[in-house]
């Protein structure tokens, strides 16, 4: 099959939205040689998702990580659940063709919290609105701060078609007015210090005839309990049970959601310590182990963790790896350099843009 073909068999009637994927697949023959090995893995994962964009998502992710680990060529192979059912079956199993060495990775995504689910659709139904207004301008929105409030969402939800309104009208009355290669900020009434909007005039636009979007910024909405969300993809006893005793097992988690970052997941490690620590029996049996000793036995098999956040990375190290001391099998030095800068500078072609509607 050609790319086309292999995109359209693996998503079907939805394949028109997946742009990235095919991309992907044009970058790369390696990829390409993956999808075609796994595709009926692929289409029954994606047919069994029952078209929700989060699950869809959660399949992306274990693809999108195979495509980042053929892109390293010390890596002679990447195996999609190679175990077969009756076993633990983590999501990848990669080859280094240096020494020959194999290790295994579960994939798991952290997904946007409601709220940010919310502002997403809020901010893009404004954009959608707003750029079907006939004008020479470009417009951007500069919306709350690292502080926001939660309770920001009901509030931009309540005004707007207010919102739109004054947004527009300011096109309408200031298209003229605006010279060339030149830019206007304006605060909607109600909402001073909170949202702000810039109508600028580019000396060429892109399209003809309508409003374009420049972007802008977005509010972070962090509660300070992010961390809670590492800690329960690494406190899984579904997910420690995919590691194989005896071999090295990589937990990779990534994240769409703005609010989880390195911090939070260097707060979940820390918490997790404490608990087994002090010895919270009701903690551990809560999240479905017999109690700390348990939990701290089969973290014994988790011989790290690989998180790649959406944020751009501190000191230019673009993915975090935490390797456990007490894990039955190390991860090699060589191996975790590798995982550690893989990627770096980003992909071009990047997963975050597929989109099931």
């Given at each position: 099959?050609?790319?086309?073909?292999?995109?359209?068999?693996?998503?079907?009637?939805?394949?028109?939205?997946?742009?990235?994927?095919?991309?992907?697949?044009?970058?790369?023959?390696?990829?390409?040689?993956?999808?075609?090995?796994?595709?009926?893995?692929?289409?029954?994962?994606?047919?069994?998702?029952?078209?929700?964009?989060?699950?869809?998502?959660?399949?992306?992710?274990?693809?999108?990580?195979?495509?980042?680990?053929?892109?390293?060529?010390?890596?002679?192979?990447?195996?999609?659940?190679?175990?077969?059912?009756?076993?633990?079956?983590?999501?990848?199993?990669?080859?280094?063709?240096?020494?020959?060495?194999?290790?295994?990775?579960?994939?798991?995504?952290?997904?946007?919290?409601?709220?940010?689910?919310?502002?997403?659709?809020?901010?893009?139904?404004?954009?959608?609105?707003?750029?079907?207004?006939?004008?020479?301008?470009?417009?951007?929105?500069?919306?709350?701060?690292?502080?926001?409030?939660?309770?920001?969402?009901?509030?931009?939800?309540?005004?707007?078609?207010?919102?739109?309104?004054?947004?527009?009208?300011?096109?309408?009355?200031?298209?003229?007015?605006?010279?060339?290669?030149?830019?206007k900020s304006?605060?909607?009434?109600?909402?001073?210090?909170?949202?702000?909007?810039?109508?600028?005039?580019?000396?060429?636009?892109?399209?003809?005839?309508?409003?374009?979007?420049?972007?802008?910024?977005?509010?972070?909405?962090?509660?300070?309990?992010?961390?809670?969300?590492?800690?329960?993809?690494?406190?899984?006893?579904?997910?420690?049970?995919?590691?194989?005793?005896?071999e090295v097992?990589?937990?990779?988690?990534?994240?769409?959601?703005?609010?989880?970052?390195?911090?939070?997941?260097?707060?979940?490690?820390?918490?997790?310590?404490?608990?087994?620590?002090?010895?919270?029996?009701?903690?551990f049996i809560?999240?479905?182990?017999?109690?700390?000793?348990?939990?701290?036995?089969?973290?014994?098999?988790?011989?790290?963790?690989?998180?790649?956040?959406?944020?751009?990375?501190?000191?230019?190290?673009?993915?975090?790896?935490?390797?456990?001391?007490?894990?039955?099998?190390?991860?090699?030095?060589?191996?975790?350099?590798?995982?550690?800068?893989?990627?770096?500078?980003?992909?071009?072609?990047?997963?975050?843009?597929?989109?099931?509607?």
């Amino acid at each position: 099959m050609n790319t086309v073909e292999l995109v359209e068999y693996i998503f079907e009637s939805k394949a028109h939205s997946f742009g990235a994927f095919l991309r992907a697949l044009e970058s790369s023959s390696r990829f390409k040689k993956f999808v075609e090995d796994n595709c009926d893995k692929v289409r029954k994962k994606i047919r069994n998702t029952n078209s929700n964009d989060e699950t869809v998502k959660d399949v992306l992710a274990e693809i999108e990580l195979a495509y980042l680990l053929l892109q390293v060529n010390r890596f002679s192979r990447v195996e999609y659940e190679c175990y077969g059912i009756e076993e633990p079956n983590p999501d990848l199993t990669v080859t280094d063709g240096k020494s020959g060495f194999a290790f295994n990775v579960e994939v798991k995504r952290i997904r946007c919290t409601d709220v940010e689910k919310r502002f997403g659709a809020w901010k893009q139904l404004v954009v959608k609105r707003v750029t079907a207004v006939p004008s020479e301008l470009a417009f951007s929105m500069d919306i709350g701060s690292f502080d926001t409030p939660i309770d920001l969402v009901d509030h931009l939800e309540a005004k707007t078609e207010d919102i739109i309104s004054y947004i527009t009208e300011t096109i309408v009355a200031s298209g003229k007015k605006i010279p060339l290669r030149s830019e206007k900020s304006y605060s909607v009434p109600g909402l001073e210090g909170v949202f702000e909007f810039k109508l600028i005039k580019p000396l060429r636009k892109l399209t003809s005839g309508y409003t374009l979007y420049y972007g802008g910024s977005s509010p972070i909405f962090y509660t300070d309990k992010e961390y809670r969300k590492f800690g329960d993809e690494i406190c899984d006893p579904a997910h420690l049970g995919q590691m194989r005793s005896g071999e090295v097992n990589i937990l990779a988690i990534s994240a769409d959601s703005d609010t989880h970052d390195d911090l939070d997941f260097g707060k979940a490690l820390d918490s997790l310590e404490e608990h087994v620590t002090q010895g919270d029996e009701g903690f551990f049996i809560k999240k479905g182990f017999k109690g700390s000793e348990d939990f701290a036995k089969q973290l014994e098999r988790l011989s790290g963790i690989f998180f790649r956040s959406v944020w751009v990375a501190v000191d230019f190290v673009p993915n975090i790896l935490w390797c456990n001391d007490n894990a039955q099998c190390s991860i090699p030095n060589d191996i975790g350099k590798i995982l550690q800068v893989m990627d770096y500078p980003r992909s071009k072609v990047s997963f975050e843009d597929f989109k099931w509607c």
